[in-house]
C-alpha cells in the first residue's frame, strides 16, 4: 500500500473541489484493488503559494507553515472538522455504486489510447511506498522550467503544468486540463478527430493545453481573443476566425459568452461555483445545457490519476458520470453541515 502526501497549490484555492475528488477516487480504488495495491491518503492539503518553489517546498516536507482553511468546512485541514467532515462524505460515497440515472454512461473513444502525448519515459509498473502528488492551479502553471523534472505531454513546450509526481527522487510532470476537456467533449457526444471546432477564449495555462490537446486528436480550434492570445505561440496553428462559428465554446477568462460567436453543440463553463439548494438543486445545476466546470475537474483529476499518478490502475478508474454522482453527494453532505 503506497502511503500518498496529496497538496494542490495555486492562489486562491480555498474554494477547491480536489480535496473532494483526491479522496473518492481513492475510496473507489480500495474497493476495487487488492489491499497491497491501495492508496493510503496520509495528508490531504492546500497549499496557498504564488510561487513553484513554495509548491515544490511543499513536497519535500509535506506540510504547510501557514494553513489555510477551507471554504468546504471553515477550517483548515489537519484539523478535527475537515477530518470529521471528510470521513461523513466518504461513509456517504461509498454507498453510490452507480452514476445518476439520468447521466449518459461514459464510453471512452479511440483518444484515450493516444494518451500522455509522446510520452518516451515509461513510468514505474507500480507505486512506489510513499509518494507526492500535487495539482497546480494559477497562477504556478507557467512557472515550472526545470531539466531534473521529467516532460511529459510537451508541458514545457506549451508552458501548462498542472500535475506532479515525486517519488523522494525526483519529480514527473504532466498537464491534463487539455485531455480532460477532450473528455468532457467526448462524453457529451463530440466526435474530436472528426475536424470538430473547438472556439476558445483566453490563451492562458488551461487554454493552451486545450487548444493543444484538441489540435493533436485532430480537432480544429479558432481562438477568439481573450486577456491572452494563443495565437503569440508558435506551436499553435488556428483556423480562421472571421467565420465566428463552433461546435464547443469555452471561455477560460470568465464565464461569459459573447453573442456574436455561433454554437452549434454546447457552451463549457471553464470554472466552477458553489451550488445552494438540496441534492435535486446540484443535479439540475451540472445538467444544464452550459456544461458546469465540475465536469472539467473531475475529468482532470480522472487524467491525473490515469496518465501519472498511477496508471497501472487505468482500467479500474471509476467513469466520469460515475465521479460526477459521488461529487454530487460529496457537495451535499459538506453544505448540511456548513
Not at 479522496?23 to 489491499?35: D, F
Not at 491518503?41 to 492539503?45: A, G, H, K, R, W
Given at each position: 500500500?503506497?502511503?500518498?502526501?496529496?497538496?494542490?497549490?495555486?492562489?486562491?484555492?480555498?474554494?477547491?473541489?480536489?480535496?473532494?475528488?483526491?479522496?473518492?477516487?481513492?475510496?473507489?480504488?480500495?474497493?476495487?484493488?487488492?489491499?497491497?495495491n491501495?492508496?493510503n491518503?496520509?495528508?490531504?492539503?492546500l497549499?496557498?503559494?504564488?510561487?513553484?518553489?513554495?509548491?515544490?517546498?511543499?513536497?519535500?516536507?509535506?506540510?504547510?507553515?501557514?494553513p489555510i482553511?477551507?471554504?468546504?468546512?471553515?477550517?483548515?485541514?489537519?484539523?478535527?472538522?475537515?477530518?470529521?467532515?471528510?470521513?461523513k462524505?466518504?461513509?456517504?460515497?461509498?454507498?453510490?455504486?452507480?452514476?445518476?440515472?439520468?447521466?449518459?454512461?461514459?464510453?471512452?473513444?479511440?483518444?484515450?489510447?493516444?494518451?500522455?502525448?509522446?510520452?518516451?519515459?515509461?513510468?514505474?509498473?507500480?507505486?512506489?511506498?510513499?509518494?507526492?502528488?500535487?495539482?497546480?492551479?494559477?497562477?504556478?502553471?507557467?512557472?515550472?522550467?526545470?531539466?531534473?523534472?521529467?516532460?511529459?505531454n510537451?508541458?514545457?513546450?506549451?508552458?501548462?503544468?498542472?500535475?506532479?509526481?515525486?517519488?523522494?527522487?525526483?519529480?514527473?510532470?504532466?498537464?491534463?486540463?487539455?485531455?480532460?476537456?477532450?473528455?468532457?467533449?467526448?462524453?457529451?457526444?463530440?466526435?474530436?478527430?472528426?475536424?470538430?471546432?473547438?472556439?476558445?477564449?483566453?490563451?492562458?495555462?488551461?487554454?493552451?493545453?486545450?487548444?493543444?490537446?484538441?489540435?493533436?486528436?485532430?480537432?480544429?480550434?479558432?481562438?477568439?481573443?481573450g486577456?491572452?492570445?494563443?495565437?503569440?505561440?508558435?506551436?499553435?496553428?488556428?483556423?480562421?476566425?472571421?467565420?465566428?462559428?463552433?461546435?464547443?465554446?469555452?471561455?477560460?477568462?470568465?464565464?461569459?459568452?459573447?453573442?456574436?460567436?455561433?454554437?452549434t453543440?454546447?457552451?463549457?463553463?471553464?470554472?466552477?461555483?458553489?451550488?445552494?439548494?438540496?441534492?435535486?438543486?446540484?443535479?439540475?445545476?451540472i445538467?444544464?445545457?452550459?456544461?458546469?466546470?465540475?465536469?472539467?475537474?473531475?475529468?482532470?483529476?480522472?487524467?491525473?490519476?490515469?496518465q501519472?499518478?498511477?496508471?497501472?490502475?487505468?482500467?479500474?478508474?471509476?467513469?466520469?458520470?460515475?465521479?460526477?454522482?459521488?461529487?454530487?453527494?460529496?457537495?451535499?453532505?459538506?453544505?448540511s453541515?456548513?
Open positions: 500500500m503506497a502511503d500518498v502526501y496529496y497538496g494542490l497549490a495555486g492562489s486562491p484555492v480555498s474554494h477547491s473541489l480536489s480535496p473532494v475528488l483526491i479522496n473518492i477516487v481513492a475510496q473507489h480504488l480500495s474497493q476495487v484493488l487488492p489491499k497491497a491501495r492508496f491518503l496520509v495528508t490531504t492539503d497549499v496557498d503559494a504564488e510561487f513553484i518553489q513554495d509548491a515544490l517546498a511543499w513536497g519535500y516536507v509535506k506540510t504547510t507553515p501557514s482553511d477551507w471554504d468546504l468546512t471553515g477550517a483548515p485541514f489537519g484539523k478535527f472538522r475537515n477530518r470529521a467532515l471528510m470521513q462524505v466518504l461513509d456517504s460515497t461509498i454507498k453510490v455504486k452507480q452514476s445518476l440515472s439520468d447521466l449518459t454512461k461514459e464510453e471512452r473513444k479511440d483518444s484515450e489510447r493516444l494518451l500522455p502525448f509522446k510520452c518516451d519515459i515509461k513510468l514505474p509498473i507500480k507505486s512506489f511506498t510513499e509518494e507526492v502528488w500535487l495539482n497546480l492551479t494559477y497562477p504556478l502553471k507557467h512557472q515550472l522550467k526545470s531539466p531534473a523534472v521529467v516532460d511529459f510537451d508541458s514545457s513546450r506549451i508552458e501548462s503544468v498542472n500535475v506532479l509526481r515525486f517519488d523522494g527522487f525526483g519529480w514527473w510532470s504532466s498537464n491534463v486540463d487539455g485531455s480532460g476537456f477532450a473528455r468532457v467533449a467526448e462524453y457529451f457526444g463530440i466526435d474530436i478527430a472528426s475536424g470538430a471546432c473547438l472556439g476558445i477564449i483566453g490563451g492562458g495555462g488551461a487554454a493552451r493545453s486545450t487548444a493543444h490537446t484538441w489540435t493533436t486528436l485532430g480537432g480544429t480550434v479558432k481562438a477568439f481573443s486577456k491572452r492570445d494563443l495565437n503569440e505561440y508558435d506551436w499553435f496553428k488556428g483556423a480562421d476566425t472571421s467565420d465566428r462559428t463552433c461546435d464547443v465554446l469555452v471561455n477560460f477568462d470568465d464565464d461569459s459568452f459573447p453573442e456574436d460567436i455561433t454554437v453543440r454546447f457552451c463549457v463553463k471553464s470554472q466552477y461555483h458553489p451550488i445552494d439548494g438540496e441534492h435535486k438543486d446540484r443535479i439540475a445545476a445538467k444544464h445545457k452550459v456544461v458546469d466546470g465540475r465536469w472539467l475537474l473531475a475529468a482532470q483529476h480522472l487524467e491525473s490519476w490515469s501519472l499518478w498511477a496508471p497501472q490502475c487505468k482500467d479500474y478508474l471509476p467513469s466520469l458520470d460515475l465521479i460526477i454522482s459521488k461529487l454530487i453527494q460529496a457537495e451535499t453532505i459538506l453544505a453541515y456548513a
